[in-house]
């Protein structure tokens, strides 16, 4: 019997909790991101990639003066959303999308995500 | 004759002690990312002006895909470390940059023991393992200069080329504990030391892949 096996079903809920923390470790997050305030950005889906160590967005943003700005969207591995659960094909390029996050420090237009919410209204979590 | 058998007898029992001692860490771990402590850091001169001078957009050799310590390897949470425990070997492979760690088990006494290392990665010494009593033991130098952790407010912790660590792994039911004591005259004036707890898992390794262009810090456009 493979040892693994044997770990209590306690446990398993344990290693599962840890996700609920910001999975983004590789740029640390609280040295690149501050954890201190939300922030909330709705555009247009341009880029995604899914990657280890940082998968990200790219989001075509229309300002209030009506022109058009980047924002790039940071989240954690693709290997630990994948264990996390946290469904990729949800997302799309050319999809409308609302992240909520904390603002990159001394980056201008960067995030980290904690939530995104489709436009059905679906939030998804990492 | 009786001798022989009976002196035969007691290595054997020794090597039969000596076995049942050695702790059994093999299988599947992931840091679960709550349960670090870092002990007080007292920094020498160098190790000061070092540390205020860290810039995390530039100094963080993960950005390059590079593993700077086995501090650091240890920090990353929500990846899966499987170790393989060897009769002459212990096995760490971690997910984080896919690093594959293979140290020989050695006798601590010996005056240079055989040392193992990770290609590409000189942060990360040369090391030599073995087991006392219910804790197994792996002790790094020849250790590139470089940053102990380039996480939290951790970040850019120095590293010299005096820098020694002794890991030390110890394991109660399904949790793995790695006390790393580092030892750097250089940089800090007293050893630091650093707990990291992993419980065990059922998650598989995975592949990391990672690349450096990827890995980099991305602006946006």
């Given amino acids: 019997m493979d040892a693994t096996r044997k770990m209590p079903r306690w446990l398993s809920l344990v290693s599962l909790l840890a996700f609920a923390t910001p999975v983004a470790a590789h740029h640390s997050v609280p040295v690149n991101f501050d954890q201190s305030k939300d922030i909330t950005v709705t555009g247009t889906l341009t880029e995604i990639k899914w990657i280890n160590p940082h998968s990200r967005f790219r989001l075509d943003v229309k300002q209030d003066d009506g022109t058009t700005v980047e924002w790039l969207v940071e989240m954690g591995a693709i290997n630990t959303m994948k264990r996390a659960g946290f469904d990729t094909d949800k997302f799309m390029v050319g999809d409308t999308l609302t992240i909520i996050g904390w603002p990159g420090r001394g980056r201008d237009r960067s995030m980290l995500l904690r939530t995104a919410v489709l436009k059905d209204g679906t939030r998804l979590t990492p | ?221």
Avoid at chain 2, 81 to 101: A, H, P
Wanted: a neutral charge; proline letters at 7%; hydrophobic letters at 35%.
């Fill in chain 2, 1 to 221: 004759m009786r001798r022989v058998l009976l002196a035969a007898l007691c290595v054997a029992g020794f090597a039969t002690t000596a076995h049942a001692q050695r702790p059994d860490l093999s299988g599947n771990w992931i840091a679960n990312g709550g349960k670090t402590t870092f002990g007080q850091w007292h920094l020498t001169e160098e190790g000061e002006r070092r540390f205020k001078a860290y810039d995390f957009k530039r100094d963080d050799p993960a950005l390059k895909c590079i593993g700077t310590s086995w501090t650091r390897v240890w920090l990353n949470p929500n990846v899966v470390v499987r170790i393989t425990q060897g009769g002459d070997f212990v096995r760490l492979q971690y997910e984080w940059m896919d690093i594959d760690r293979r140290v020989p088990i050695v006798d601590p006494t010996l005056k240079n023991p055989k040392r193992s290392n990770i290609p590409g990665m000189p942060g990360l010494g040369y090391s030599a393992a073995w087991y006392d009593g219910n804790a197994l033991v792996i002790e790094t130098s020849d250790i590139e200069p470089g940053y102990v952790s380039t996480m939290q407010e951790w970040a850019g912790l120095p590293q010299s080329r005096m820098m020694r660590t002794i890991e030390r792994f110890t394991r109660t039911g399904d949790l793995l504990t790695i006390q790393i004591t580092h030892v750097d005259p250089a940089n800090y004036r007293d050893p630091l030391v650093v707990t990291i707890t992993y419980p065990r898992t059922t998650f598989e390794l995975m592949d990391y892949g990672c690349n450096p262009e990827d890995a980099s810090v991305v602006e946006p456009r």
